[in-house]
């Protein structure tokens, strides 16, 4: 199979589909892997490097548009990118449909079948390859956060972990799966002042008993959310509706209740936010202040530390990647329900049920689109 590689476009993103080990094990198998010119250098990874692991060099992407059959890549195609998909082209990347209007309507008028990582599911129900990336933004939104938190950049001028004789950031992190695990155990290690909130009793009773007592553990009701923001400095919005739009947890109303220079870390923003004053930022331009909060809501937080991101990703998707390439697609989806359940869109039309109602759209099945 012929996959492509094109580098990415989305403002400071500086990830890779996929890396030049991985590519090395796609040409191993007889796979052809096309990578456009510069694409890993974001991750230290030259032309060089992927020439001798067996990829052909392309000056532009269009050539890797137009001769791919697979497209690996690691953010949702950006409007440019999108003109040059095509009917029978496979695109294996972060989707994030529900939120966004214009990338569905576009892949939906192109004819690709499009397959999203953070849908893919595995045995035990988890996604596992959204994990790798949800580790990483949950470490990093409390980096994020603290960083937020200096008086230069609008916060209250607190230090997280606070000094001897001085109290610490108090940290509410909304949600206890894999981003909300990872925010409090950094705000932990930090020595700031932690609470999670979750509304399963099954994720509440194992961050307890993993955490006990160096942070609260509370049911995620709107009274104890209310009640905790406004005496938080730093929330982090960890929440996840598995392919639909997330949930607003705090209202724009409720901000001027909470501490002047607080910060809003909001995780869930590829998926249009958990906070109702969310609007997606980059890391040329990544805060903002409403009533006197600032709001972090980078679409892309792991893509500022694209090394480590990278081969995280990889890890996790190259055994999808060569199940697609040796197999075909059409098999591969056909075999997999795991794989299957990636599946969002195909031939014109909605795969995956929460996008299809987020878009108000027809859902048919990935089943009976690929007439199983």
């Keep these: 199979m012929k996959i492509g590689v094109p580098k990415e476009t989305k403002v400071h993103e500086y990830r890779v589909g996929l890396t030049p080990e991985s590519v090395r094990d796609l040409v191993a198998v007889g796979h052809s892997v096309l990578v456009e010119t510069q694409a890993g250098d974001g991750i230290g990874a030259s032309d060089e490097a992927y020439s001798a692991a067996g990829a052909s060099i392309v000056r532009a992407a269009t050539e890797v548009f137009e001769t791919a059959e697979?497209?690996?890549?690691?953010?949702?195609?950006?409007?440019?990118?999108?003109?040059h998909l095509r009917a029978g082209q496979v695109l294996f990347t972060y989707l994030h449909l529900a939120p966004d209007h214009a990338q569905t309507s576009d892949l939906l008028a192109s004819g690709v079948t499009a397959i999203a990582y953070e849908t893919v599911t595995d045995k035990a129900g988890t996604l596992p390859l959204l994990k790798p990336m949800s580790q990483v933004a949950g470490r990093m939104s409390i980096q994020a956060g603290a960083a937020s938190l200096e008086k230069s950049r609008g916060g209250r001028g607190i230090l997280l972990g606070g000094v001897p004789g001085v109290r610490p950031a108090s940290v509410v992190v909304l949600g206890g799966g894999v981003v909300g695990f990872h925010a409090a155990e950094n705000a932990i290690g930090l020595g700031a002042d932690v609470t999670i909130l979750d509304r399963s009793l099954q994720t509440i009773e194992r961050l307890q008993t993993h955490f006990g007592q160096l942070a609260k553990?509370?049911?995620?009701?709107?009274?104890?959310?209310?009640?905790?923001?406004?005496?938080?400095?730093?929330?982090?919005?960890?929440?996840?509706?598995?392919?639909?739009?997330?949930?607003?947890?705090?209202?724009?109303?409720?901000?001027?209740?909470?501490?002047?220079?607080?910060?809003?870390?909001?995780?869930?923003?590829?998926?249009?936010?958990?906070?109702?004053?969310?609007?997606?930022t980059t890391h040329a331009d990544p805060t903002y202040i409403v009533d006197g909060v600032v709001h972090y809501c980078v679409a892309n937080m792991p893509g500022a530390v694209a090394r480590t991101s990278t081969y995280a990703l990889n890890n996790a998707t190259l055994p999808h990647v060569l199940q697609l390439a040796n197999l075909g697609w059409r098999q591969a989806l056909r075999e997999d329900p795991y794989l299957r359940s990636g599946l969002n869109i195909h031939d014109g039309e909605v795969t995956c049920e929460p996008v299809a109602v987020a878009h108000n759209r027809k859902f048919v099945s990935a089943e009976k689109a690929l007439a199983l």
Excluded at 73 to 79: A, D, F, G, R, S
Excluded at 237 to 260: N, S, Y
């Design 217 to 280: 553990v509370l049911f995620a009701t709107k009274t104890t959310i209310s009640d905790l923001i406004t005496e938080a400095d730093l929330v982090v919005g960890a929440v996840l509706i598995p392919g639909a739009t997330a949930p607003k947890l705090i209202e724009r109303r409720e901000l001027v209740q909470m501490r002047r220079g607080s910060v809003l870390v909001d995780v869930a923003i590829d998926q249009g936010g958990c906070f109702e004053s969310s609007t997606p």
């Design 70 to 83: 697979l497209i690996v890549k690691v953010k949702e195609p950006q409007i440019g990118e999108r003109a």
